[in-house]
């Protein structure tokens, strides 16, 4: 069926007017370091005990909720043994009580994760990062095409070559599968991914323009930008594909949805009362409510696992900056970045992941600490993230 390229050309130039626009100047909000607890880790034994070891230490290290130190200090002490594809992971506190002790199957680094996590999660209570994955566009290639990573950036892979325009990722909540918006029949259509098989079906190919699937926190439907009914409106589609359920009907263009954990609401962006700004509607449907931030100029909303903040972009300046605001629109705050494009919440709802020019970026949006994962692969845009 034919495409309405007319639809298109506005869709191209709503995204054109976003680099243009300028927004209200807002103040920065230092934010400020958050405490930690001391950590030990002990050599970890065994044939690849010293992998396990590094990955293990980064992955501690990059939580920001430890620092790791000598073993006279340490609240918890971490020790283990790694041996025919298994890691004999323990944790005791400082009067020796055992709080952790399991076992770990996979190879060195998968197991290096998977236990990363489980300390963080013993010890803070807070859900761990180490095994998410990540994914993001990129244009090392000529053409912006699809990679996913380990969240510390191991494991980089091309997951597209398409040779034509691949973007708008985004990553189901277990990571097993992604959707995204490829060019391949010369209009926007959505495609998903089987990330363990490689097997690709085309899941949203109405005439006009489909783009900026996300998934849902079940994974068995996704929210995205649809014009086939003539202007630029969100819908909700099975994750098989099959028939659209319109969820907004403005006359602006409504684009950039993201689920609530308990999927029962959608933040996305909408640009109809000028500049665009974020909005919040029940995913069964309904009036959108403007979410109040404070700031003239918004879009890229994600909303936390944990469901009490949506991260967004700020235009400002000379780029973008990431705010944060819970989703009543109180706590607003600006993180103090520079440019940074494009927020993901992390698992933990507590570290970011946000692209800078040519580099990747996780930002702790309590101490304002940030690292650097994956850079040298041209300009980098839109990450997804896992959880």
């Known amino acids: 069926m034919k495409r309405f390229l007319s639809i298109g050309v506005l869709a191209v130039a709503f995204l054109s007017a976003i680099s243009t626009l300028h927004a209200q100047d807002s103040a920065t909000i230092t934010v400020q370091k958050g405490a930690q607890l001391n950590l030990h880790v002990a050599s970890i034994s065994g044939g690849d005990g010293a992998k396990v070891t590094s990955v293990l230490s980064n992955d501690l290290k990059l939580t920001d909720a430890f620092a790791l130190g000598g073993k006279d200090t340490a609240n918890f002490i971490v020790s283990g043994t790694f041996s025919g594809g298994q890691l004999q992971g323990k944790v005791v506190d400082r009067a020796g009580g055992t709080v952790l002790a399991k076992s770990y199957s996979g190879d060195a680094r998968r197991a290096a994760h998977q236990f990363a996590d489980d300390i963080v999660e013993t010890t803070t209570g807070v859900p761990g990062i180490a095994s998410t994955t990540i994914a993001f566009v990129a244009t090392a290639s000529g053409k912006k095409e699809i990679y996913t990573a380990d969240y510390d950036g191991a494991n980089l892979r091309q997951l597209t070559h398409d040779g034509v325009i691949s ?13 995204y918006t490829g060019y391949q029949s010369g209009y926007a259509d959505i495609y998903r991914i089987n990330l363990a098989s490689g097997a690709r079906n085309r899941v949203a190919k109405f005439p006009g323009t489909n783009s900026g699937g996300a998934f849902s926190p079940s994974g068995s439907e996704f929210a995205a930008t649809l014009s086939k009914d003539g202007n630029p409106d969100l819908y909700i589609i099975p994750a098989g594909g099959g028939s659209a359920r319109r969820l907004t009907r403005t006359t602006g263009v409504d684009s950039s949805p993201s689920f609530s954990p308990d999927g029962n609401r959608i933040v996305y962006t909408s640009d109809i009362s000028g500049a665009p700004q974020l909005y919040i509607i029940p995913a069964s449907g309904g009036a959108g ?7 003239g100029y918004c879009t890229e909303p994600n909303w ?20 944060v605001v819970s989703p009543s629109g109180s706590g607003n705050r600006v993180l103090s970045t520079g440019n940074a494009e494009d927020p993901a919440w992390g698992k933990d709802s507590r570290h970011i992941l946000y692209a800078s020019g040519s580099t990747l970026y996780i930002l ?12 040298g692969l041209g300009k980098i845009s839109e990450p997804t993230w896992s959880h």
């Open 167 to 179: 973007v708008h990722p985004s990553l189901s909540r277990d990571g097993r599968q992604l959707l």
């Open 364 to 375: 702790d949006a309590q101490s304002g600490r940030q690292n650097k994962v994956i850079s």
């Open 304 to 323: 936390s696992p944990d469901g009490k903040k949506i991260a967004f972009n700020i235009r400002g300046g000379p780029g973008f900056q990431i705010g």
């Open 289 to 295: 409510s403007r979410l109040t931030t404070g700031h």
